[in-house]
């Protein structure tokens, strides 16, 4: 006996089914490919943290600058904090054969996996770009570039910021050395930093989260459908904070008591711990 085939309709049936799981299947897989990147971010900043603690330890209690800059001009970016977790290899990292290619390298500890492969300018972070987050005009998710000076070619990628500036240096951790302007040039020691639980110190971001001027912060966003940012505390856990929490413009940053009132959490000058 002949056995029948299906009817269009029962193929139509079954397509629309499919259709049905896949709509149904696709945003739950996102969401667990998120969290996951999310966790292996985290997972990065802790290993920053360690190394960081480790350098400390080494360097009798004194945090590294976010960069050594060309007498005293700004954002030259030679021998960034991440080159110096390298140099004095307390962290590894892949380096590209040419140092001066715009690919993104492969994965690192310095590479969050919710990040995307275009680089920033961390010199022009306000040009207009489809990618940049609402407001805020932070490139979400991108990274930048860090060079060797004392070994010209090393050269790492990196999806991550410093609490520092080059700009009133005294009031953050990660200072640039030497000082660009503005302020009195201190390096600090980790083991001082009080309220250490709720003390920034590295983020989803690009090279150091403000300098002059009155533009927008360098904090990116790449977590939960780009609206949250992980945070490295100064007692080594990590936060996923909400970007709309989080400080969005320079002046910001430079005041005490904007910071107190408009972001409570987490702390990112010196004055509001002493």
């Known amino acids: 006996m002949r056995r029948r085939g299906f009817t269009l309709v029962e193929l139509l049936v079954v397509i629309g089914i499919i259709a049905v799981l896949i709509a149904i299947l696709l945003p739950a897989l996102t969401a667990v490919r998120d969290r996951a990147n999310t966790v292996a971010c ?46 004095g290899k307390y962290l590894t990292a892949p380096v590209p054969e040419n140092v001066n290619s715009v690919e ?3 994965t690192s500890v310095f590479r969050c996996p919710a990040g995307n492969e275009l680089a920033a300018d961390p010199n022009n972070v306000t040009d207009p770009d489809p990618l940049w ?22 050269a790492i990628d990196v999806w991550y910021g410093v609490n520092g500036t080059n700009y009133y240096v005294d009031n953050h951790p990660f200072p640039a050395y030497p000082r660009t302007t503005g302020g009195v040039y201190r390096m600090h020691k980790l083991t001082k930093l009080k309220l250490a639980s709720q003390f920034a110190l590295v983020f ?17 966003a790449p977590h939960r459908k780009q609206t949250h940012t992980n945070v490295l505390m100064a007692d080594g ?7 709309n929490t989080l400080p969005n413009e320079n002046r910001e940053m430079r005041s005490r008591d904007r910071l107190e009132a408009l972001h409570p959490h987490p702390k990112w000058r010196l004055d509001q711990v002493e």
């Open 42 to 87: 985290m997972s990065n900043l802790n290993q920053i943290g360690k190394a960081l603690i480790a350098y400390a330890n080494d360097n009798q209690g004194y945090l590294p600058p976010y960069a050594y800059t060309d007498n005293g001009a700004e954002h030259s970016h030679h021998d960034g904090w991440g080159i110096i977790l390298i140099y």
């Open 104 to 106: 993104a390298l492969p």
């Open 133 to 154: 987050q609402n407001t805020w005009e932070v490139p979400v998710g991108r990274f930048y570039r860090q060079f060797g000076r004392l070994d010209p070619t090393i």
């Open 204 to 220: 989803d971001g690009i090279t150091h989260h403000h300098g002059t001027g009155d533009g927008w912060t360098h904090i990116t």
């Open 237 to 243: 856990h990590v936060e996923t904070l909400p970007r």
